[in-house]
């Protein structure tokens, strides 16, 4: 009996197996958020992300099994490129201030801009259909940017910075603050541009001051 290995079963040295190629999958990614970002969710179809990201459609399924795991995986990259901006501010050694500064900065700019915006709007948007969509978009995954900020929080509790016994709650309050006469009136529509950075820096300056009110050890 010829024992010989089915050759489309094996990887040959220096071959990546199928789908494990991560320069291949994030070709495909930047092809989908063109196309997601130009017409919406709805709109958009696998032969158009096929075309943006120039490969073929056989290709685009051993990745993704569908529109909808391609949507989470590009909402995904996105949340930890952000996830690793906020945690390389959030270890640098400095005081607790400039710290929340940089931080709500970085969040309050991501959260408003366009393509953020335009994302959390396509989702709203199909909820009625596919409300799993939903419900993926708006979970977290186990490192975050509040997962960050928590441990972050954590580590200043611990040095006698901050007193709280919440720092979960803590860190959703301090991203809200950020955020506040900001968010709602773009996600709406309201605010047609994404608010200047003066503005999201008085609207940190604010929510710091209002943290530190509440969290900040005082003499």
């Known amino acids: 009996m010829d024992t010989t290995a089915d050759r489309s079963t094996v990887t040959q040295p220096g071959r990546r197996a199928a789908g494990e190629d991560p320069a291949k999958r994030e070709q495909i990614l930047d092809g989908a958020k063109r196309v997601f970002m ?18 073929s459609k056989g290709t685009i399924y051993v990745y993704f099994q569908n529109k909808e795991d391609l949507f989470e995986d590009m909402v995904e990259r996105e949340r930890s490129k952000l996830t690793e901006s906020v945690r390389h501010v959030l270890d640098a050694n400095q005081e607790l201030e400039k710290t929340l500064e940089e931080f709500g900065t970085l969040f309050a700019t991501h ?13 709203i948007a199909a909820n009625h259909r596919l409300p799993k969509l939903c419900r993926n978009f708006f979970s977290t995954s186990t490192v975050n940017p509040m997962s960050v ?8 509790v611990a040095a006698g ?6 720092t979960a709650h803590a860190a959703r309050q301090f991203m809200e603050l950020t955020t506040v006469g900001l968010f709602k009136p773009r996600i709406f529509g309201v605010m047609e541009e994404a608010p200047l950075k003066a503005t999201i820096e008085k609207n940190v300056a604010s929510a710091i001051r209002v943290f530190t009110a509440a969290y900040g050890v005082r003499s």
């Open 38 to 55: 130009k017409q919406g969710f709805e709109a958009a179809s696998m032969n158009d992300i096929t075309r943006a990201a120039g490969v």
């Open 111 to 123: 959260v408003t801009n366009d393509s953020t915006i335009r994302a959390m709007r396509m989702v």
């Open 149 to 156: 900020l928590q441990a972050y929080l954590d580590r200043q």
């Open 161 to 166: 910075v901050l007193v709280c016994d919440d």
